[in-house]
Structure formats: structure tokens, C-alpha cells
């Protein structure tokens, strides 16, 4: 028989058992409310309804979810968690809608459908016409490119001359023939004559300071763009890379770019011979490769015109890290040190070949005694500039021996210099604020680029965002600025000259006096973002 204490024990042990289904009941998170998010996809042009879109809604978790539309465009996707959502769309035939900055937020509340989510999406726009010679008779088998900040694209001429390029975006382009082989010149016993047609643009320029845009708008052709190939002279551009290791191979040479919108072959002596170069300025870069190391040559730049060039050299050279110093006069009073600590305060360092780009920054840390050492770089040029400093604070100059700053950029195309760099600060930094103003002339979302105007074109110094409040840019030396407002996502290769004749006319010019600030706002155009 069980005792009364074990009877108690059981009891208590019971009692413990049949409350644990209840305690963990209880601990039991509630369900998640979700809810639908339903919507409509229409083309921005026809306000039509666009059938077989692909909607994506993205939150912070690492769950997408996805619809296609209907036939009548509508959209649903069910059972989704609160949270905040971005919201793309795309379709054949159309610009996406992840081109910023027409990418929707919603916000789902739980257990709360939000309102019907409209998604407005672009038709392509096209640009068609001919390809003729000097005498109108159509030119077959030209390679045709169409040439714009944010996208491009390109056909073949037919046998009539005609092409059609579709996929554009609403902006304005250069339309660029092509229709030569590269190759040297004929040797012709016949009594005719050999005729090189350079690189032209529309409607009949060899280069782009005289080519004329060509405006694009969603939905529409741009039709009758007759393009007359221009003679230019075939000369002859022969050289050598230099500095590679003897009996190496793995030498590339390019032309255009470090990346290279084309290769030139070498033969076994690293040598090579160019024809059929456009006349204008040309670029090459030469890169070496054996298993970890890696030797690349600065820009060289050649101008191509009328007359051969021979003997031209593209020297290798090894990366290098340069170390410097703030000078000791130009360092912060005790308050700008306490109000500007020094773990923030860096300087930027951005490679100023082409039109630059301020996204390849490089933040170098810089220490209490204004001491400093870059990352590692390659032979080039280069701009520079401050980060968590007074915003009237800005690099002057910066120099080594006879090597110094010319119109704000630092000439390192030979290599490094031979002593520390010194950075000389400047104090009377102005800035430019505004507004970016729509359509209807209130402040929307756009892309602003500051950009500075040197001998061989414009180069971009900086870039900010303006989300409908003001735009900003401080710390800016005293002189002559451009300012560039934009809406569409930059990202395809293009030249200095060629962005010139594309935007010079969409860029505002600022004067900035010393520690001046100058409101501008800039317009953005409703046929061309």
C-alpha cells in the first residue's frame, strides 16, 4: 500500500502533468496577421493595362514574393507579413520599373490589405533610319550604336542601309556609324582610289562636339535618321608595352578603357600596329598577369588626326601605396578636433581618368597628427578631397617636390613620387544647395552630379542624392562649376566628349566665391530624365 506522503507525491506529480499542456499554451507565440497586397500594372503612355508582368515585392527579410499579371493587369499575392516592401515590375517590351527613382514602397499592416498598388511602367522607346555614303547610296553592313549615359544598343545596316535599334530608354543619345575594318591601306593598281570612312555621327560629324542628339520618348520611334559617312584619313598608331618581366607572356593591351571597350593584339615582342583609328582622342591601358602579380600601365593618350604615329610606349609599372601628412599649419583648432574627432575624418581619394566616378572612392583614414597612408593604387590620375571636416574645409593643394596639384587632380601616370605627399587645407570651402524641381515645379527625387570642366572635357567631382528636400555640396574650392540633375541610373561607358555633347546643354554653370554659399535650383524636363 502507498503511504500518505507517496500519495501526495503522485498527486503533486499529476497535477504538474496536466498543467503542461496549459504553461505551454501559453508560451505559445500568437499567429502572425498577414495580408494581401493586390495592385495594377498600366503603360505610363496609353494608361492600358500591361498583361503578363512580373511583379516582385522585397522586404528587409530575406523572403521575395512574386506575381504575374493578368490579363487585365491586376496583380495578387497573398498571406504576406508586415513590413516594409519595395516594389518592381518588368515586362517585355518595357522599361523596368527598378530604375530608380520609380521603384514604389508600401508598407503591410498586419491583418491590413493596403490600397490597390498602381505600378507605371515605360514602353521602349526606338530610333530607326538609314546609313548612307557621300553620294546617298546606302551603306550595308554598318555597325550602328546608339550611345547614351544610362543605355544603349546597336544593329547592322541592311542591304537598303536601314536599321532599327529598340530597347531605349527616354533620354537622349548620340547615333553613331561605324563601317571600317581597321585594317591598313589597299595597294590599288586599278586607277581608283581607297575611301576610309571614319566613326560618324549623326547627322555627319567625325566627332561628338558636332554631332547633333537624338531625343527618344517611351512608346515613340524616332524615325528618318539618316546618317552620311564622313572620309577621314586612315593613319597608322605602332608602339610597344614595356616593363614586363623578360620572356613573360600575359601582357593585354586595351583601348578606351582600363577594362577596355577593345583589345589590341600583340605579337611575340609585345608590339603592335593600329589602323583605322577615329580622329579624336584615344586611350590605351596595358595590364600584365602571372599568377598573383599584376603590373598595369597608366593612361597613355594618343590624338589621332592626320599623320602617322610611330614609336609611342606603354610602360608597365607595380602598384605603390603613397604616404603623406596634413601640413602642420593647416591642422584643426582644439574645437574643430572636438567637434570633428578624428576616427571620422578621412581623406577620398577617386581616380579622375575619363569622366571619374565617385563611386570608386577610397576612404583613407587619417590620424590625431594628420598622418596618413592610401590603399593601394596604380599609376593614373587622381582627385582628392575631404571627409568629416568643417564643411569650409577643402584640399587645396596637394604636392610632393615639383609634383602638385593642376586644375585639381594629381598626375601619378608615371608613377609614384619620390618623396611623402603634403596636403595644404584651405579654409573659405563654399557650397551649392537647392532644390530638384519637376514637371510641375515642385521638389522631387533625383540623382544631382557636381562636375568641373577641364581642357580634355568634363569630370564628375561628386554626386548626391536629393530625396524632395534640398541637395548639397559643401566644402567646394572657389570657381566654376556644373551641375547635372538626373533621374535615370547612370552606368553605360561613355567619353568624356561624348557626355559633353549629349548634357552640355542640360548642365547649369555656378560660380562659387570664396566661402560663398549659392542656392540653385535645377529643372528637371519632362521629356527627358
Known sequence: MLSRNNLSRLASVFLAVLCLPVIAQKAAPPPVKTAAVKGIVTNSVTGQPVARAHVVINGSSS??????????????????????????????????SISFPSTPQITVMAGEAPGDVVIKLAPWAVISGQVVDEMNRPVSNAWVEVIGEDSRGGALSDDLGRFRIAGLSSSRFLVKARNNESLPPEIRTDGTVQVNYGATYYPSALSPESAAPVTTHAGHETADIIIKMKPA???????????????????SLAIGSETGSSRIA??????????GLDPGRHTLFARWNSGNKTLR???????????????????????????GKIAAEHTLSKADQEAWPAQYRKLLVVPAEGLSNPRATMRVDIDVSGDFKTPTLWPGTYSFSLQGFPENTYVKNVESGSLKLEKGVLDLSGGPPNQPLTLELGTDGGQITGNVLGPD?????????LLLQRSEGYTILNETMAFNSPYSFTGLPPGKYFLLPLQNWGGASI???????????RMEEVEVGSGEKVTKDLKLSDTFQ
Do not use: H, K
Open 266 to 275: 600583340l605579337d611575340t615582342m609585345n608590339r603592335f600596329s593600329l589602323w
Open 495 to 505: 567619353s568624356p566628349e561624348e557626355f559633353a555633347a549629349i548634357y552640355s546643354g
Open 63 to 96: 523572403r521575395v514574393y512574386g506575381a504575374i499579371t493578368t490579363s487585365d493587369g491586376r496583380f495578387s499575392m497573398l498571406a504576406v507579413p508586415p513590413g516594409t516592401y519595395s516594389v518592381t515590375a518588368s515586362c517585355r517590351g518595357y522599361q523596368g
Open 441 to 449: 515645379d515642385s521638389p522631387t527625387v533625383a540623382r544631382v552630379r
Open 297 to 323: 600601365s597608366g593612361p597613355t593618350t594618343v590624338y589621332v588626326a592626320d599623320t602617322n604615329i610611330d614609336n609611342l610606349v606603354v610602360a608597365l609599372m607595380p602598384p605603390f601605396a603613397l604616404g
Open 233 to 251: 584619313s586612315l593613319v597608322r598608331v605602332r608602339g610597344a608595352v614595356t616593363g614586363n618581366p623578360p620572356e613573360d607572356t600575359g601582357v
